[in-house]
């Protein structure tokens, strides 16, 4: 971890650009975070073929995640701060990163296949990237740009195959392209307003119930019932994606922690393919149409995103008027 000079009350961030602590660490948080990305959608239409809702399964799923996570906090002397600062942090990164997107996936799942919705999650590095030059967390690259051009063409030929196949809704193909923007910009708002010296265990609980919250608030306010059917099946679904999210989101705030959020947002192309080959291979779901060549041009666009030129712009930082200068390590 590198030594910066940031001003006193201003907010620590994640290095944008790619491992800073261990590369062997950080591609191997990628890999099992990808793993229960793409772990989940399949849960999603296991439980709701079962008779679960989409929108109670996703407000238990993070609820009872969160309390998970939040009794681990206890044990080990992490609690999340209390305050107004986190509480916006995890009230935004709950809505962002967590209960909007996951709405969309969880409510789409059932229209357009678990294989659809997993490989969407391929879609957030081009986003966060693109965003990340926005706010000047990056710099534009040819190569990269390129590598966003590619794969932006893989999602119009994927999205177009799949409303041409007249087995989906617009309005659910949409809805599922429209998840990953929202994911990406959870990831740059992670990181310009992570609360500085918080840790993974301390964070990810406040996310999650943070997102559990909001979604409590939306079922009182649009009258939608959060009960489920009391069956084997749909419980041991629920216990599964749980265990699913707990481990998943303690890994999420790790992996962003030491490699930052362009590298952090790959954990999608995993998700991807992981989710895909189980709908596939174990639910038996039909290839969708155009895989092969979007995945191609997909595929190579996330390797070319992922490919370092130079380094990365240092992340603005918010500084107050009356404070001075002091050394102060990067959160890391």
């Not at 793993?35 to 679960?52: D, E, P, R, S, W």
């Not at 749909?234 to 922690?257: D, E, R, W």
């Not at 030491?258 to 189980?278: H, R, T």
């Amino acid at each position: 971890m590198s030594i910066v000079p940031i001003a006193s009350g201003s907010q620590a961030m994640p290095d944008p650009s790619a491992p800073r602590s261990g590369p062997l660490l950080a591609f191997g948080l990628l890999v099992v975070v990808g793993l229960f990305i793409g772990l989940t959608t399949n849960l999603v239409k296991f439980a709701t073929a079962a008779g679960a809702a989409p929108f109670s399964f996703l407000f238990w799923s993070v609820a009872g995640s969160g309390a998970v996570l939040m009794a681990a906090a206890a044990a080990s002397g992490r609690l999340p701060r209390a305050d107004r600062r986190t509480g916006e942090y995890f009230l935004v990164s709950g809505l962002l990163s967590l209960a909007l997107p996951n709405f969309l996936i969880f409510s789409a799942v059932p229209h357009v296949g678990a294989g659809f919705a997993a490989i969407s999650f391929a879609f957030p590095p081009l986003y966060t990237y693109a965003m990340a030059i926005a706010f000047g967390l990056e710099h534009f690259r040819k190569v990269r740009g390129v590598g966003i051009l590619l794969a932006l063409v893989g999602v119009v030929i994927l999205a177009a195959a799949k409303t041409m196949s007249g087995d989906s809704s617009p309005v659910w193909i949409a809805a599922t392209l429209i998840a990953p923007v929202i994911i990406a910009a959870g990831n740059i708002y992670r990181t310009m307003r992570w609360p500085q010296g918080a840790g993974s265990l301390s964070l990810a609980p406040g996310m999650l119930l943070g997102a559990a919250l909001l979604l409590g608030l939306a079922s009182l306010a649009a009258t939608i019932p959060l009960s489920l059917p009391a069956t084997t099946a749909v419980l041991g679904a629920l216990a599964a994606q749980i265990a699913t999210f707990s481990a998943m989101y303690l890994l999420y705030f790790m992996l962003q922690k030491v490699a930052g959020p362009v590298y952090l947002s790959q954990i999608g192309s995993v998700g991807a393919i992981s989710g895909a080959a189980v709908a596939i291979l174990v639910l038996g779901e039909a290839v969708p149409l155009g895989l092969v060549p979007a995945a191609l041009l997909i595929g190579a666009g996330i390797f070319l995103l992922s490919k370092r030129s130079g380094s990365a712009v240092t992340p603005p930082r918010r500084t107050e008027p009356a404070a001075t200068a002091t050394p102060c390590r990067t959160t890391g």
